[in-house]
Structures are given as structure tokens and as C-alpha cells.
């Protein structure tokens, strides 16, 4: 048997094991001038070993993270690192010592170019599959191409980032759709493929419970014994495993705060008075009117507010928002008469009666809009004593709808024709983002001007509306 003679050949052997490996390596001396390179490096430089020797490094490599080291003498890892032609490089690179003493300098690194390149097409992808998935599930969002348009984004992002789905927090008054957008966030994921099609979705109101044991046991679930009349059973928190966990009310929650953090740090939930630990895999929605900030533990409101969605009240909604969401109710209160009834509804609004509708103030916000529509249209239908006449018509006036919302109207609309009078070409801005708001298109708004002594052309109104954004 013949030996190697390691000692004669372990510079043959590494410079063979070097030539061959996946990343290519430069090794220059102080003066940045090369004194070895593999075969991939001259690959990369477009050139050949032979070319590259002895010569200085910055004609191959221009931005060479090796005379870092030599300048600092330390070693830096995972540098990104762009040549002039394009191509990018992840460089680790050490100075090279002999005798204690600093010889020059070693880099080792790997082109990830194509990566770069097939990472921006999977973001673009992504981006698009975001837009095009989410323009037809938030399509009735009404505001999903408007004021909320930011808060939609928001939202696909954390169902769809590239780092997987985040939990997030909804806030806003009651009754401004954070239900809704929760269940249009799950939708979506479910729709670009993060969430399975029989994915659950639980929604548990945190406020709801009284007693706090009983509360525990509903939410992480509880082990026979473990209070007075707890039976063995599985909590919300495994009913929503592998889906959407819909904390409505969060601000509530109280006693069991520290249980929670454990679940979302630990993707493990131990129902009350049991050891065994059950994993669960669950994206949080959190909502509520409150602050969450102020109202939850830090490190808790830290995990969920990876995401923080606030949704407007109504009064701050643009006029022409106000009016697809009366369209928007007027056209569901036709939809259920048909499907529920086979009613075929005609609504029709006295001009003033919809004018007082858009202009009143509503508390409880959307919901409040939505209902008091509801309630004007069903005032208005007369009663309905022969079922076969399937075609209806319905006319809906001032006297349909609730006199509060009548009055608040009128006080509303005093106060802006206050604002209105009040105006001077100074605030010729804030006038037409007033007109705007009701609705009224760029000549509109011009004659209006006009009127005031405010001497714009449509044309120009038309301009500031675009620099406005409106
Ligand atoms: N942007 C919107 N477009 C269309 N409908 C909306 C919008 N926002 C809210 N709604 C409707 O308003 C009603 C109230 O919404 P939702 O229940 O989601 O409010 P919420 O903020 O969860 O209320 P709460 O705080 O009282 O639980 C629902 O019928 C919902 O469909």
C-alpha cells in the first residue's frame, strides 16, 4: 500500500478541494494584488486564473469586501456586495495571518444573482396575486379604494407577507367594520393558499364572560375537575387551530393575558388544569374601541401588533364614501327582500330625504348608517297584504326616518353652510376639499367659487384637486 505523504501534498490537495467548491475565493496580499484565486472567482470576474494573478483586486472586483479587512483588520461576514456589472455577491472575509502578524486578506464568497433576481420575481408575483386577490375580496370593503385603502394594504400584507402570516390589531369605534375586515383578512388568506379552504375561523368576544374560570375554560379549554363543573373539552383555542383567532373586545381580557402570550410564543396551549401541552397554530386577530397599548400587557400587545389596522369613524368618511355605502346598504336591503322573500324592490329616495340620511351624524357609525336605512326603507314599505304580487315599490321621504337623525342632520347641515359662508378666496383650498366632499365634480366647484368671488376656472380646479389627492 502507498501512503500520501501528507506533508508534500496538503497544499496540492487544498488547492484541488479550493478549485473545486462552490464559492470562489480571492486571497490578496496587504497591498490588495492577488496571490491566489479559484476557479469560480475567475468564473464570475469573467476571466482566467492566470489573467487575475498578481494583479490588484479592484480591476476584478471593484467593490472588494476583502479591503475592508485589510483597511479595519477584522473579518466581516455575509456582506452584500454589488460588482459595477450587476452581479451580487455574499462575501465572508477574514484577514489572513501568518506568524500573528497580518499577510492580507481572504474572501470566500457566492454569487446569488439569480436569487436576487428570482427573489424580486416571487415578490412581484406576490404583489400581484396580492392586488388581484384582494381587489375582489375587499370589493365591497366600501372604502377599500379610498380612506381605507392604506388599511386594506396593510391587512393583505399581514395575511400574505413573505414571512408568513403575522398577527395584527383592528381598532376603532364601534361599529366601524372591524369584524368585517377581520373576515375579509381571512377570506383573503384563504384565497392566496396561507389558509386552507375548511381553515376555521373563531370569534371569541372577550367581554362576553363574567366569570373569569369560566372564561378560562371556554378559551384554552379544561381538563375534568379542574373547578367546580369543568368537564373535559377542548377551548376556542383549538377550535381555531390552523385558522384565524378573532379576539373581538381584546381590551377585556384580563385575567388571562399571560396564558395567551404563552400560546402565541410557544404555539402551545395547556387547557386549565391539564399538563399536557397541545400544539396550535393560529393567526391572532385582535380588535377593539380601546387602546390596546394602554389596555394589554406589553410583551402580549408587542406579539400582536405586528400589524395595527385603525379603521375611521364614520363622520371623518368622505361624502362620496357616504354615498356607496347608502348605495351599497340600499342594494343588500334589495338583495335579502329577493333571496329571503322573492320580493322584486323598487327604493327610491326623495332627494331631501337621502340628502338628510348622508349628511346626519351616526354614534355607533357604520352599523348605525346601515340600520337607520334599514329602518327608513322598512317604514316606508306599506304593508304588504297581497303575496302575489311580487313587485314592490317603495318611496322613502323625510317623515321614514327617526327624528334624531333628522334633527342631528339639520344641525349638521347648518354648521356647514356656517363653514361654507365663512370661506374667503384665502382658503380657496378648503373650500373646494368642502364641495369635494359633497360630492361635486371639478366645474361644479368652480362655479361655486365663482359665486364666491373666487376666481378659478374648472380646469385649474380640476389641477389643485390632483395635487390634493381628492
Ligand atoms: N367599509 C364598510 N363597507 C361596507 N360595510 C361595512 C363597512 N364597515 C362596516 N360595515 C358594516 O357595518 C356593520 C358593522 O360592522 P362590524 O360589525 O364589522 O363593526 P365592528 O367595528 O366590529 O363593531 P363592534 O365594535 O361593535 O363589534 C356590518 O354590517 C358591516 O357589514
Given at each position: 500500500m502507498q501512503w500520501l505523504d501528507l506533508n508534500e501534498s496538503t497544499s496540492i490537495i487544498l488547492d484541488q478541494i479550493i478549485q473545486k467548491i462552490n464559492e470562489g475565493v480571492n486571497v490578496v496580499d496587504t497591498d490588495g494584488n492577488i496571490i491566489y484565486v479559484n476557479e469560480n472567482s475567475a468564473n464570475y470576474a469573467d476571466t482566467s486564473i492566470e489573467n487575475m494573478l498578481g494583479k490588484h483586486i479592484t480591476e476584478f472586483y471593484?467593490?472588494?469586501a476583502v479591503l475592508k479587512v485589510l483597511d479595519f483588520k477584522k473579518k466581516y461576514t455575509n456582506i452584500h456586495v454589488e460588482n459595477p456589472d450587476g452581479r451580487h455577491f455574499i462575501v465572508n472575509a477574514y484577514p489572513l495571518i501568518i506568524d500573528d502578524q497580518i499577510k492580507g486578506g481572504l474572501a470566500i464568497f457566492r454569487d446569488i444573482t439569480e436569487l436576487k433576481m428570482m427573489n424580486s420575481k416571487i415578490l412581484n408575483l406576490q404583489e400581484k396575486l396580492i392586488n388581484t386577490s384582494s381587489s375582489n375580496i375587499f370589493n365591497d370593503f366600501i372604502g377599500s379604494q379610498g380612506s381605507l385603502k392604506e388599511v386594506v394594504n396593510k391587512a393583505c400584507k399581514a395575511m400574505g407577507s413573505p414571512g408568513g402570516p403575522r398577527h395584527s390589531i383592528i381598532s376603532g369605534e364601534t361599529g366601524t367594520g372591524k369584524t368585517y375586515l377581520a373576515k375579509l383578512m381571512y377570506r383573503f388568506a384563504k384565497n392566496i393558499g396561507v389558509l386552507k379552504e375548511d381553515a376555521p375561523f373563531v370569534h371569541i368576544n372577550c367581554a362576553q364572560f363574567t366569570n373569569p374560570d369560566i372564561a378560562a375554560s371556554e378559551i384554552f379549554g379544561s381538563k375534568k375537575g379542574s373547578f367546580t363543573g369543568a368537564s373535559n373539552k377542548n377551548g376556542l383555542i383549538e377550535q381555531a387551530n390552523k385558522g384565524v383567532l378573532f379576539l373581538d373586545e381584546a381590551h377585556a381580557l384580563k385575567n388571562y393575558q399571560n396564558l395567551l402570550l404563552k400560546v402565541i410564543e410557544e404555539q402551545k396551549v395547556r387547557r386549565i388544569g391539564g399538563i399536557k401541552e397541545i400544539p396550535v397554530d393560529v393567526i391572532v386577530i385582535a380588535a377593539s374601541t380601546k387602546d390596546l397599548e394602554e389596555n394589554l400587557l406589553p410583551e402580549l400587545y408587542q406579539r400582536l401588533a405586528q400589524y395595527e389596522l385603525v379603521l375611521p369613524p364614520f363622520d371623518q368618511r368622505s361624502y362620496s364614501e357616504k354615498e356607496k355605502m347608502f348605495l351599497h346598504f340600499k342594494e343588500e336591503y334589495k338583495k335579502s327582500a329577493l333571496e329571503k322573500y322573492d320580493f322584486d324592490l323598487e327604493i327610491m329616495f326623495e332627494p331631501e330625504a337621502r340628502e338628510r340620511l348622508l349628511n346626519a351624524s351616526y354614534k355607533r357609525n357604520v352599523r348605525h348608517f346601515k340600520n337607520v336605512i334599514n329602518y327608513a326603507i322598512d317604514s316606508a314599505t306599506p304593508l304588504i297584504n297581497n303575496l302575489d304580487n311580487k313587485k314592490l315599490m317603495i318611496l322613502v321621504k323625510n317623515?321614514?326616518?327617526p327624528q334624531k337623525i333628522l334633527a342631528e342632520s339639520r344641525n349638521n347641515n347648518y354648521q356647514s353652510e356656517v363653514k361654507e359662508n365663512n370661506s374667503n378666496s384665502e382658503n380657496a383650498e378648503e373650500l373646494i376639499k368642502f364641495y369635494r366632499e359633497k360630492g361635486f365634480g371639478a366645474r361644479r366647484i368652480a362655479t361655486r367659487l365663482q359665486e364666491k368671488g373666487i376666481d378659478l376656472k374648472y380646469y385649474q380646479v380640476s389641477y389643485r384637486l390632483k395635487k390634493m389627492d381628492l
Amino acid at each position: 500500500m502507498q501512503w500520501l505523504d501528507l506533508n508534500e501534498s496538503t497544499s496540492i490537495i487544498l488547492d484541488q478541494i479550493i478549485q473545486k467548491i462552490n464559492e470562489g475565493v480571492n486571497v490578496v496580499d496587504t497591498d490588495g494584488n492577488i496571490i491566489y484565486v479559484n476557479e469560480n472567482s475567475a468564473n464570475y470576474a469573467d476571466t482566467s486564473i492566470e489573467n487575475m494573478l498578481g494583479k490588484h483586486i479592484t480591476e476584478f472586483y471593484p467593490n472588494a469586501a476583502v479591503l475592508k479587512v485589510l483597511d479595519f483588520k477584522k473579518k466581516y461576514t455575509n456582506i452584500h456586495v454589488e460588482n459595477p456589472d450587476g452581479r451580487h455577491f455574499i462575501v465572508n472575509a477574514y484577514p489572513l495571518i501568518i506568524d500573528d502578524q497580518i499577510k492580507g486578506g481572504l474572501a470566500i464568497f457566492r454569487d446569488i444573482t439569480e436569487l436576487k433576481m428570482m427573489n424580486s420575481k416571487i415578490l412581484n408575483l406576490q404583489e400581484k396575486l396580492i392586488n388581484t386577490s384582494s381587489s375582489n375580496i375587499f370589493n365591497d370593503f366600501i372604502g377599500s379604494q379610498g380612506s381605507l385603502k392604506e388599511v386594506v394594504n396593510k391587512a393583505c400584507k399581514a395575511m400574505g407577507s413573505p414571512g408568513g402570516p403575522r398577527h395584527s390589531i383592528i381598532s376603532g369605534e364601534t361599529g366601524t367594520g372591524k369584524t368585517y375586515l377581520a373576515k375579509l383578512m381571512y377570506r383573503f388568506a384563504k384565497n392566496i393558499g396561507v389558509l386552507k379552504e375548511d381553515a376555521p375561523f373563531v370569534h371569541i368576544n372577550c367581554a362576553q364572560f363574567t366569570n373569569p374560570d369560566i372564561a378560562a375554560s371556554e378559551i384554552f379549554g379544561s381538563k375534568k375537575g379542574s373547578f367546580t363543573g369543568a368537564s373535559n373539552k377542548n377551548g376556542l383555542i383549538e377550535q381555531a387551530n390552523k385558522g384565524v383567532l378573532f379576539l373581538d373586545e381584546a381590551h377585556a381580557l384580563k385575567n388571562y393575558q399571560n396564558l395567551l402570550l404563552k400560546v402565541i410564543e410557544e404555539q402551545k396551549v395547556r387547557r386549565i388544569g391539564g399538563i399536557k401541552e397541545i400544539p396550535v397554530d393560529v393567526i391572532v386577530i385582535a380588535a377593539s374601541t380601546k387602546d390596546l397599548e394602554e389596555n394589554l400587557l406589553p410583551e402580549l400587545y408587542q406579539r400582536l401588533a405586528q400589524y395595527e389596522l385603525v379603521l375611521p369613524p364614520f363622520d371623518q368618511r368622505s361624502y362620496s364614501e357616504k354615498e356607496k355605502m347608502f348605495l351599497h346598504f340600499k342594494e343588500e336591503y334589495k338583495k335579502s327582500a329577493l333571496e329571503k322573500y322573492d320580493f322584486d324592490l323598487e327604493i327610491m329616495f326623495e332627494p331631501e330625504a337621502r340628502e338628510r340620511l348622508l349628511n346626519a351624524s351616526y354614534k355607533r357609525n357604520v352599523r348605525h348608517f346601515k340600520n337607520v336605512i334599514n329602518y327608513a326603507i322598512d317604514s316606508a314599505t306599506p304593508l304588504i297584504n297581497n303575496l302575489d304580487n311580487k313587485k314592490l315599490m317603495i318611496l322613502v321621504k323625510n317623515e321614514h326616518i327617526p327624528q334624531k337623525i333628522l334633527a342631528e342632520s339639520r344641525n349638521n347641515n347648518y354648521q356647514s353652510e356656517v363653514k361654507e359662508n365663512n370661506s374667503n378666496s384665502e382658503n380657496a383650498e378648503e373650500l373646494i376639499k368642502f364641495y369635494r366632499e359633497k360630492g361635486f365634480g371639478a366645474r361644479r366647484i368652480a362655479t361655486r367659487l365663482q359665486e364666491k368671488g373666487i376666481d378659478l376656472k374648472y380646469y385649474q380646479v380640476s389641477y389643485r384637486l390632483k395635487k390634493m389627492d381628492l
